[in-house]
T-cell receptor, first 116, second 114 residues
Framework: AQSVAQPEDQVNVAEGNPLTVKCTYS??????LFWYVQYPNRGLQFLLK??????LVKGSYGFEAEFNKSQTSFHLKKPSALVSDSALYFC??????????????FGSGTQLTVLP | ETGVTQTPRHLVMGMTNKKSLKCEQH?????MYWYKQSAKKPLELMFV???????ENNSVPSRFSPECPNSSHLFLHLHTLQPEDSALYLC?????????????FGPGTRLTVL
């Protein structure tokens, strides 16, 4: 079985400061990893993914994430936070070799608040 | 969110009503999904359709009935729901080939069961 943990329900950061939203995963074999963002009253919006290759993945709106296989982590980062980044962030995983090929497992979400 | 549309955006229904949620994807994808999002809970995958065939049904009560008439449309038929079914229902689609497994979500239908 695959699982995702987002250990922080809430992250607060001052505008202009770097931000990190944490994610760890458990999966059999190599993982596909994803980050999504959800703004109020909206669906989830794809930010970035890691499939293979460079451990540092760059995505939309200046976000990036670092894949760390030894720590089974895929933390989301941004060098300088904006107030408009305030939203709910979800990490998701699926196994590369998953027989249930289409199932993504999502974390419980982390509410990011960027303070002006 | 563009590319996957859902109607209605809001729905209030009584426990004895029958209603349907509609999802349409304009991305040419071959798989579609229904998720339930409740407050303080992880997203719950309800149903998966691939090439219009249901490939997953995650122990969802029979009062939820999906329908996928073609690869672009997905419905969720609702009947005799319970108040605990109140949630945001999200539709998603993806193209399951190569490395393109990311799912694209619609804006959701906010369902309230009285």
């Amino acid at each position: 079985a695959q699982s995702v943990a987002q250990p922080e329900d809430q992250v607060n950061v001052a505008e202009g400061n770097p931000l990190t939203v944490k994610c760890t995963y458990s999966v059999s074999g190599n993982p596909y990893l994803f980050w999504y963002v959800q703004y109020p009253n909206r669906g989830l919006q794809f930010l970035l993914k890691y499939i293979t290759g460079d451990n540092l993945v760059k995505g939309s709106y200046g976000f990036e994430a670092e894949f760390n296989k030894s720590q089974t982590s895929f933390h989301l980062k941004k060098p300088s936070a904006l107030v408009s980044d305030s939203a709910l962030y979800f990490c998701a995983v699926r196994a590369l070799s998953s027989g249930s090929a289409r199932q993504l497992t999502f974390g419980s979400g982390t509410q990011l608040t960027v303070l002006p | 969110e563009t590319g996957v549309t859902q109607t209605p955006r809001h729905l209030v229904m009584g426990m004895t009503n029958k209603k349907s949620l509609k999802c349409e994807q304009h991305l040419g994808h071959n798989a579609m999904y229904w998720y339930k999002q409740s407050a303080k809970k992880p997203l719950e995958l309800m149903f998966v359709y691939s090439l219009e065939e249901r490939v997953e049904n995650n122990s969802v009560p029979s009062r939820f009935s999906p329908e996928c008439p073609n690869s672009s449309h997905l419905f969720l038929h609702l009947h005799t729901l319970q108040p605990e079914d109140s949630a945001l229902y999200l539709c998603a689609s993806s193209q399951d080939r190569g490395y393109s497994y990311e799912q694209f979500f619609g804006p959701g239908t906010r369902l309230t069961v009285l």
